[in-house]
């Protein structure tokens, strides 16, 4: 026999997701004041980082990548290529046949 009357609890994920919404709504520019007020923090941090990490990184980028247009090019080229004339005009052509 089941009570369909009692309501269901909130989880855990829930309660910490109302939690950060409620603060959210409190504090609408503290992180882009705390980003202007420690930049260079972040930028030693991240610096710090990336020597730390180099190696790892840079075998990421160099992994190959191959766009739907059907070039193929290395990881971190891929952004400048989704903004290059002949990935458009393979977009546009691509729409225009659908």
């Excluded at 980082?49 to 739907?68: D, G, S």
């Excluded at 193929?72 to 400048?80: A, H, I, S, V």
């Amino acid at each position: 026999m089941t009570n369909t009357s009692i309501a269901a609890k909130a989880t855990p994920d829930q309660k910490m997701q109302g939690y950060h919404q409620k603060w959210k709504a409190n504090h609408p520019n503290y992180m882009s004041e705390w980003r202007s007020a420690n930049e260079e923090r972040m930028r030693e941090t991240n610096a710090a980082y990336y020597q730390k990490h180099k190696a790892r990184i840079l075998v990421e980028y160099a992994k190959p990548v191959t766009c739907e247009c059907g070039k193929t090019m290395r990881r971190n080229n891929y952004p400048r290529h989704l903004r290059s004339s002949k990935h458009k005009a393979f977009i546009e052509n691509k729409q225009g046949k659908e």
